[in-house]
């Protein structure tokens, strides 16, 4: 498969499949690399060739370029050294159990091509990491394969229900991976849907992907696993990075922790005061007030219900505008200015909505101190509306407990006893004056 | 022999993906501890270069400061790629006739020693298929490509390396010619040409460690070895002619060992500790041992330890690197033994444990970690092996003397993957038009310019442009400063400045240059006296009156001169009257000593001539 070819070029070697080794020449200059994926920012009629020496370019292929397909490359394939497979069954017993839900734990990186694969089999995963099973043995089970931006709430107890498989199949903890975009309702819902935990649950991401050697992937995952194995937990928590060190991570409560940087390893913040613990140098340290395990069998709490909603208020948003948002809802948390207020044009659609049985409910879009209605006539006024001020939940907390509670009971009073009950540690009665850190 | 070079320019354009300036700075406000996983979980053994930087640890800690932001904590996607400096970039390459691409991809390269906080380092070929003429010989440019600087170490101990943010993400250009230089001049011909080439774009940072040159040496015969960021250009000559000498013997000794049939270098070591209980002094002295002594037994080495005659390198020392480069002392070998405190008892004893034969020859190691002189005997065993089929490929570390060291492994082929954060560069004609419309002047037509237009020689010029300094030559010239002063001032006075004790660094002003010289030709002070004023300035001068307070040159009128030396022509009228005009040069050095610099030599003496001429119309 040979010899120039005299009509597009272009046409021809777009339909070449990767890897494929060619030359390409506009008659002055010869090309001569290997076929890799376009990428997909890259502009018109440009054919993406891995050179020789590593480096991918872009050549643009105009009418009157020739090519040609080479046999194999003379340069040796660069890829990973195989995976030892491990085939015998794994029981769950004693174990760590990992549910992976998506993104990647592990990638491996084809030189040749430049395509980054997922790793997803247990033995491959566990070859990758090898110092995962260090302290005892981890099985991997994985729950399906989404971003986490894909993940919505329905998802939330197919999540739940196999954290109580795995303790009911003695589990010594579990951990689960998740993409951290999503991590924080996740670590909320579970909160709300595991009950009676004999053991930790731990979530746990990476903010740099597997496919680069800082990834901070493998850290946080034995540091999760860490957690997981520790007896003195009954918990939802959140094991990330704690400051942009690989040494350090912090253990965070899964209904106080929000994302709060968009980039950064430590970008996971447990709202209001310290988290529960840290580990450091694979060692747990915990704080006061840790939920301890419960005898079990821990069960799913369920359902959710979705009806519920989450609204930030900003100046611009009219009172329209929030009443078509929350049509057909059950309930609907507002994240409000300062201790919790909204315009004042708001107060006649809440009115009637709290009229029908529909809940409102306030928190502060300052993520940080208590939604409190008693110090601005604002407040009064809204409290007066019907709306509950649910004190220093976050915002995504509160939506999620709302889901909870909606699914819980129609009768919207037992569903605001709910939503103001402490739960699972969810509120902080204490802000601490904080110090020198 | 045949070599090629890498030229890596920092530039001065901002860092290359992200909003920081591209300076170094010794403030640190931030310190952190990483780890670096080997790529992707593959297996190590692939490349030799990233085993032995994984056989020394991943634990690294990083000091930030001003000249970071989270891009170069590695907590922060890169930005797109600097268009300044990649406008830069394409310059040179146009410079060089180079052919750009037609869309740029950014590369992770994978590093992982620890410089780079990603554990790789971005890069991107910009153009192909250069040229160059040095001197009437032309040499290919084979690559421009636009790449981030690393990390600089700032210290470290066993357990942990620390490096500095500071320079991590400046801007590199690297240009890579092909193997055609055959000789040491020729590379340093090269480098400089391509350094005047990269300066020309008027973007590029100054000072030492700005410009680094990788020389790529190998040897008919011989196997490719880089000796990697040179920064200092005069010795690139001796750099690669040291390196084709040694490839030179190492090949001499291939040639005997295989003439001696020397087997396969076993690894195994043998304790002989006890053996060197009586030993009193150098480094088996029992009182300061710490640990086992191991030997090795090299089968049909003997006498090819040392150097062959009428040559500075040996294998010796080869074998001796091995174990420095895992934190070793060195090591003692056969052939320099008796000696070290060894006498020819013990070396007698060594040979009969080893059941050593004629030819043979032996390493001992001592170490206070048994593991750690087993790992350097070790190495020394594989070093000693691969001596057998001649060179092997390295990299290595150029010192200060002109010699150079083992570093590591050559790395295999790069190992790369594209950069998915940053997008592709299309590089677009009009782009590249509105780039050749500003293209510098090249830097031969600017030598030739020089030449004719300021009646300079072509080797002053040569000497401007090797001390970059054709852009201040330029500007004082017009200034109306005569081109000689200039070329004097820039060539010999300013780069052998005397620094006042404690002051390392000297770049004055074009202005402050300029006011010097306008005073010297004014006459405030003589010609004589400009090494010790451009001293003055180096000292912190803040002013032309305060460097001729400074340097005592200040003060002297007209006035002052001619009574001196009225005063001097009558104390010595005796004299003057007996030798007439032969007395004019012992007094000239007694009236020049008094000046000290204040008056211009020219000056004085035409008053002295005539001083003695009033004095003695005879003379
Ligand atoms: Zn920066």
Known sequence: ???????????????????????????????????????????????????????????????????RTLAESNAPPVRGAPVPGGTVPRSATGSVVLLTTGGTIASRVDYETGGVRPVKEESEVLAFYPELEASGAVRIVPVFDRLSEDIAPEDWPTIAQHVVTAYRDGAAGVVIAHGTDTLGFTAAALSFLLADLPGPVVLVGAQRSPDRPSSDGASNLRAAVAVARDPRIGEVVVVMHAGPSDDRFAIHRGTWVRKMHSSRRDAFHSQNGPPLGYVVDGRVELGAGVRPPAAGPPRLDGPMDARGGLLWFYPGLTADRAETFSKGMRGIVLAGTGLGHVGSWHLTWIRSATARGMIVAMTTQCLEGNADPYVYATGRELLRAGVLYLGDLLPETAYVKLLWALGHSADPKRVEELLRADRVGEFRDRHDAGGPP | MKAGLEVHQQLATGKLFCACPSELSDDVTLSFVRRLRRASGEGLAIDPAVEYQASRGFSYRYEAGPSNCLVEMDEEPPHPVNPTALDTALQVALLLHARPVDEIEVMRKIVVDGSNTSGFQRTALVAVDGRLDVAGKRYSILSVCLEEDAARKSGGSDAEVIYRLDRLGIPLIEIATGPEITSGAEARAVAEEIGAIVRSTRRVRRGLGTIREDLNVSIEGGHRTEIKGVQELRLIEQYVEGEAARQSVLLGIRDELRRRNAPPVGTVATEVTDGFADVTSGPLAAASRKGPVLALRLRGFADLLRSPPGTDERLGRELAEQARSI??????????????????????????????????????????????????????????????????????????????????????????????????????????????ESLPESTAARRARLVREYGLSEEIVRQLAAADALDPFETLASYGRSPGAVARLLVQEVPGVALPPGIVEFEPSVDALDALLAAAEAGRFAKEGIPNMLSAFAGGAKDLEA?????????????????????????????????????????????????????????????????????????
Do not use: C
């Open chain 1, 1 to 67: 498969m040979s010899g120039a070819d005299r009509s597009d070029a272009w046409v021809a070697l777009r339909s070449l499949p990767m890897g494929e080794h060619v030359e390409v020449s506009d008659g002055e200059r010869t090309w001569t690399g290997t076929i890799v994926p376009h990428h997909e920012l890259s502009g018109d009629r440009i054919l993406q060739l891995k050179l020789e020496s590593g480096y991918n370019i872009g050549i643009r292929i105009e009418p009157g370029f020739t090519f």
């Open chain 2, 327 to 436: 934190g070793l002392r060195g090591i003692l070998h056969s052939d320099e033994l008796p000696g070290y405190g060894v006498d020819a008892a013990h070396v007698e004893a060594v040979a009969r444990r080893l059941g050593l034969e004629r030819e043979d020859a032996f390493v001992l190691v001592t170490d206070g970690s048994r593991e750690r002189a087993e790992r350097a005997i070790a190495r020394v065993a594989e070093r000693a092996d691969r001596a057998r089929e001649g060179i092997p490929g390295e990299t290595r570390d150029p010192l200060p003397d002109g010699r150079t060291r083992f570093s590591r492994p050559l790395p295999g082929r790069e190992r790369m993957y594209p950069e998915t954060d940053v997008p592709p560069i299309s590089v677009e004609r009009a782009r590249l038009e509105r780039l050749a």
């Open chain 2, 547 to 619: 460097a001729l307070t400074v340097s005592g040159l200040g003060g002297m009128s007209r006035e002052e001169l001619e009574g001196l030396v009225e005063k001097v022509v009558r104390e010595n009228a005796r004299m003057i009257a007996a030798r007439g005009g032969a007395a004019f040069s012992p007094l000239m050095g007694d009236v020049m000593r008094a000046v000290r610099g204040r008056r211009d030599g020219g000056e004085v003496a035409k008053l002295l001539r005539e001083a003695i001429a009033r004095s003695n119309p005879a003379a």
